[in-house]
T-cell receptor, first 116, second 113 residues
């Protein structure tokens, strides 16, 4: 089974609108971390936001927020007030309990295009 | 700028050759990870080192090897290169911060002709 599933290969959003990028994960570890990364066309991988499995509140970083629904094993990224510079690939990732391996698992990514 | 450096940025070589990719982690980070990103395979975890010791292994081919040196920089050696090894190779590092977040270097684009 896939550890991280991103079901939206491509998304479009109007500038200044909000957009939600979906991510579901699969783990039996009680302790894990969820991450979102942005990869612009230039290629670098930019860390956006982190959510720990024991965190009670959804993580927020500026215009980014993570909608964490533990029971549904989903960790959707919400980008508010989209900007043209948000056009990029977005990857969801998970780290399981370091005591069981510490490997990061990445999804296949979602390509976001912001339309002026 | 993530603070992780990788050299070279671009590398063009021929099949059968051997190359070495270099990575310097962020100051204070003890863990280094290597990833391969190709169009058909996505982002694949290769290997992780922690303070000089191998800690986790992913889909790393036997033709590939890595090490982390006492000064914590790491090298990824790719040998007997094949056309399919053409990819973007990332190094990432992590410390003791929240979730041991990985910070990625700019990557090395390898083209095997």
């Amino acid at each position: 089974a896939q550890k991280i599933t991103q079901t939206q290969p491509g998304m479009f959003v109007q500038e200044k609108e909000a957009v939600t990028l979906d991510c579901t994960y699969d783990t039996s570890d009680p302790s894990y971390g969820l991450f979102w990364y942005k990869q612009p066309s230039s290629g670098e991988m930019i860390f956006l936001i982190y959510q720990g499995s024991y965190d009670q509140q959804n993580a927020t970083e500026g215009r980014y927020s993570l909608n964490f629904q533990k029971a549904r094993k989903s960790a959707n990224l919400v980008i508010s007030a989209s900007q043209l510079g948000d056009s990029a690939m977005y990857f969801c990732a998970m780290r399981e309990d370091p005591n069981t391996g510490n490997q990061f698992y990445f999804g296949t990514g979602t390509s976001l295009t912001v339309i002026p | 700028d993530s603070g992780v450096t990788q050299t070279p940025k671009h590398l063009i070589t021929a099949t059968g050759q051997r190359v070495t990719l270099r990575c310097s982690p962020r100051s204070g980070d003890l863990s280094v990870y290597w990833y391969q990103q190709s169009l058909d395979q996505g982002l694949q975890f290769l290997i992780q080192y922690y303070n000089g010791e191998e800690r986790a292994k992913g889909n790393i081919l036997e033709r590939f090897s890595a090490q982390q040196f006492p000064d914590l920089h790491s090298e990824l050696n790719l040998s007997s290169l094949e056309l399919g090894d053409s990819a973007l190779y990332f190094c990432a590092s992590s410390g003791q911060g929240p979730g041991e977040t990985q910070y990625f270097g700019p990557g090395t684009r390898l083209l095997v002709l």
